[in-house]
């Protein structure tokens, strides 16, 4: 719908601007509030040697990849507004090719804390469970489909340009899956450690936890949902419509957050 | 960004439909799941006398109102796309309006079924209440701005345009509040209920409830976000620019979903 704009163009970003250092500050507080119910709470981090310490990093490092990195990567075609956009989608890749280790590394911590617990618990049979396999699931579809069609070099423009908004929306939704599955995971770990009801420290800590992932989901949702706030191409990229451009003007009307990547 | 456009215009529903009925198969089942996890493996529905059953009122009407009502309420721009603007409002607000009292009681029935249980529950500890409690509480206040803002005659046209983008992402964001919550409340339970890991018939139940809810939801944030499926204006609304239809063509960029009511 909008095509190349003319040029330039200003846009009033300082609210955006402080939007995105809130919703860094919200993230940050949620990395070090999932660390210390680790560490502090949740009897440590430690090595697969000890399965119930070696649980911990489960929710600290979904935090970080499903959360924390998903959400920046997401948010970093606003956030870098002024970076060339070959650039932006390969940081884009890489921080969710990390995100995807990190998901690897956490799937694992868990899967090796059941199976090697004194008394072994099943793996996959809560709601939390489904709910973040899935999501894991349809990340790594979209990691690929993402990388073929978007960083492949021989793939089509046309096929390009028509899958990117399902991109957006398709990662909008593993977003919000991600969210979904790590609130239910503080939820099953609130409960398991007993005494929820009476709010100990850990519980807390866990509730709080929970209350920063919401507050930085939404300001990212909020941040890339604003069309004020849309990326504009930058000169070269309007002047020339050089390959990578094109995908520039097709996702704006996507609907869905995220729609100028 | 699109004003006006010529008619007629031809619009390819099949898909929506096919997708929307699935919508409306999957909140379906939800409720009878739901109305199952109650009756049969809850203990049954029962009225304030009995604080155990009681209970089951809360999952019953917060489904039926914060998912059910409310996702259907948000499709109905687009379900109905050939009912009159004015309609289509007056129907958005009365679904909200009894999602909104479905709500209330069902948050009497959690309240009373703690306060007069033999042991007494504290009220509001759990990320689950917060998160619900915030989602009820911010569905309150967009009531109440949107019955001002849209449907009292007095209001400056320019003001409702404003806020109708707020809206339609308020919107947006209480729903996948709601969501959170009511799989975080499914967990709950099913924590509650012990055994949860040998998956008795209760546990399957709830994890297929909060499957369907998330299926559905889902499906709704598909539907109304494809900018494919946005409802056209009326030949009567786009020939007369009467009050009503000035808001039409101010959301479809707002990015976020329904973006058309």
């Known amino acids: 719908m909008d095509t190349y704009q003319d040029f330039p163009i200003r846009q009033d970003l300082s609210f955006f601007n402080f939007l995105f250092i809130l919703s860094q500050v ?39 990849g499903l959360i924390a990195i998903q959400g920046d ?25 990390v995100a995807f280790v990190f998901v690897v590394v956490g799937l694992k911590a868990v899967f090796d804390s059941h199976n090697y617990a004194k008394t072994p618990i099943p793996n996959l049979y809560s709601l939390h469970s489904w709910i ?11 990691f690929l489909a993402g990388f073929v069609s978007f960083l492949y070099p021989r793939v089509r423009k046309s096929l390009r340009s028509r899958y990117l908004p399902l991109h957006v929306l398709g990662g909008t939704m593993i977003f919000i899956l991600s969210t979904c599955a790590a609130l239910m995971g503080i939820t099953e770990k609130n409960i398991f450690n007993k005494d929820y009801h009476k709010l100990p420290a850990g519980a807390q800590i866990g509730n709080a936890l929970g209350v920063c992932i919401v507050i930085f989901v939404m300001l990212v949702f909020y941040l890339v949902s604003q069309p004020a706030y849309k990326r504009i191409a930058l000169a070269e990229e309007q002047v020339l419509p050089l390959d990578y451009s094109e995908e520039e003007n097709t996702a704006g009307n996507s609907g869905a957050i995220g729609g100028d990547n």
Do not use: C, D
């Open 26 to 64: 919200f993230g940050g507080i949620a990395i070090v509030l999932v660390v210390a119910w680790g560490a502090y709470y949740n009897q440590g981090f430690a090595g697969p040697s000890s399965p119930g310490q070696w649980f911990n990093w489960h929710p600290l490092l979904m935090t970080l």
């Open 132 to 142: 973040g396999i899935s999501a894991v699931i349809m990340f790594a579809v979209q």
């Open 73 to 97: 990567s997401i948010l970093i075609y606003r956030a870098l507004r002024n970076e060339a956009k070959p650039r932006l989608k390969s940081i884009h890749a890489a921080l969710h090719f």
